[in-house]
């Protein structure tokens, strides 16, 4: 973080922007036709230009992954956002000074909890790749073996049954709940062989990929809306302000003015770029139809959000299959193995 505000030569703070006054062609203000004249703003410094700052970000990564690199760390560090890297991961919202301050004192704001929900989707996303990688190599695997002359499905599924023989209630209820997951799944989907489980599980793989990117779009074009309707806020919070210095006339008490409210103006400002940047772009600003879009996309997040826990179900059942197929496996290499010992 930097300062926009430049320091003068005595050392003390400038101002973070200047009023520089339009003229026409021959050089001479031009009147707003309010009794002042047409101005606009301009930063002091080029701190704050956007093709700098991506300059500076681009040269501490890299100072910063040499410095890693030398102190033989693996990690690395990247100053592009998630989607120019190509990352199908949910980028976390910016908390702002307030907010930060609140979060370290132990207060939870708005903010906070938006990026906490974020971390737990981007945890769950995560998971889910990682278990069903697991299976879906495990399954590939196992559907290249020769098929028994018995159903090694329905093998599977005894071994299930008479596994652990719990002696707890609480043991009996949960053996119980897997089998039924367990039966189901394989019943639900007409699993009958390691092929069909891994047929299954590889559209189950696509079916994460397929999710996991229509979250992350919606995830993006929510955070987009939001933006779109934060600048129109501060636009309608600050307008007031602006329209009652324009009625004033030029002098000392305007100069006041504008000097006491400089932050609400300088929020008003940055608001009409932003709108005005979306009209020159084609987009036409649209209240209503932002926060409706916002509120649809929403709805439709918390839905693939219950199928991606749904799946994860899915993946629990399989992930039993395969312990107690492992525990088959181990079972019948036993004899074998305790011959080979005899025989040393």
């Known amino acids: 973080m930097l300062t926009i505000r430049p320091l003068k030569e005595d050392g003390q703070w400038g101002a973070k922007c200047r009023k520089v006054y339009e003229l026409d062609e021959n050089g001479q203000r031009i009147p707003n036709g309010k009794g002042g004249w047409k101005n606009h703003r301009e930063d002091t410094t080029d701190w704050n230009d956007k093709g700098n700052v991506e300059k500076w970000r ?4 890299a100072y910063a992954n040499k ?20 990352i199908d991961k949910i980028p976390s919202i910016h908390l702002g000074v307030a907010a930060s301050q609140m979060e370290r004192k ?8 938006i990026n906490r929900q974020i971390a737990a989707d981007n945890k769950l ?36 049954l008479s596994e652990g023989k719990p002696g707890s209630r609480y043991g009996k209820i949960r053996n119980l709940k897997e ?17 069909q489980l891994y047929e299954k599980v590889a559209a189950m793989n696509k079916d994460y990929y397929s999710l996991r990117g229509k979250i992350v779009t919606v995830e993006r074009r929510i955070k987009v809306l939001d933006e779109h309707l934060s600048m129109w806020e501060k636009y309608e919070r600050n307008k007031g302000t602006r329209r009652q210095l324009d009625k004033m006339k030029p002098g000392k008490k305007k100069e006041q003015f504008e000097q006491k409210y400089s932050a609400e103006l300088a ?33 439709e997040k918390a839905v693939q959000y219950q199928k991606m826990k749904a799946m994860r179900e899915d993946i629990k059942a399989v992930e039993n299959l395969k312990k107690t197929a492992e525990q088959l496996a181990r079972t019948e290499n036993e004899p074998a193995r305790k011959k080979e010992e005899q025989e040393l």
């Open 125 to 160: 996303l995560k998971e889910i790749k990682a278990r069903i990688t697991r299976l879906y190599k495990w399954t590939k695997e196992q559907a290249g073996k020769p098929e028994r002359k018995d159903s090694i499905m329905a093998q599977l599924y005894e071994a299930q």
């Open 106 to 113: 132990g207060i939870a704001t708005e903010k906070g909890n």
């Open 267 to 299: 929020l008003y400002e940055a608001a009409v770029r932003y709108l005005e940047k979306l009209k020159a772009n084609g987009e036409e600003i649209t209240l209503k139809k932002w926060q409706a879009e916002a509120d649809r996309l929403k709805a």
């Open 179 to 195: 089998s039924a997951a367990l039966f189901n799944f394989l019943n639900g989907n007409h699993i009958t062989s390691m092929e």
């Open 58 to 61: 681009s040269a501490w990564a």
């Open 67 to 86: 410095a890693l690199e030398a102190a033989g760390m693996p990690e690395r560090i990247d100053h592009r956002s998630y989607e120019r890297q190509g």
